[in-house]
Nanobody, 110 residues
């Protein structure tokens, strides 16, 4: 059974930083690209970071294949960054399954 488990969310003040983790079991993330999405209340899920562009903007993806974990480092957080954050593991194959985590809540508020 494949599981992606996000962690590291929480309450942070504007201007602060957080690092989210996406730990996998049942698959090797070394064989997958991992993207991060977020969904705010009443909004559609949106892509915030992808490994094809790992260091763009305030959000940076990194990985530790030995731990089968991918990270999302977020800096200079703003209230508009408040959302549930999800990791998504995919391959380049159109027929291979992709996988989602259950999400972790990030709240940016003073």
């Amino acid at each position: 059974q494949v599981q992606l488990v996000e962690s590291g969310g929480g309450l942070v003040r504007p201007g602060g930083s957080l690092r989210l983790s996406c730990a996998a079991s049942g698959i090797s993330l070394a064989s997958y690209f991992v993207d991060w999405y977020r969904q705010a209340p009443g909004q559609q899920r949106e892509l915030v970071a992808t490994e094809t562009l790992p260091g763009v903007g305030r959000f940076t993806i990194s990985r530790d294949n030995a731990k089968n974990t991918v990270y999302l480092q977020m800096v200079t957080l703003e209230p508009d960054d408040t959302a549930v954050y999800y990791c998504h593991a995919r391959t380049t194959s159109a027929t291979a399954p992709d996988f989602w985590g259950q999400g972790t809540q990030v709240t940016v508020s003073s």
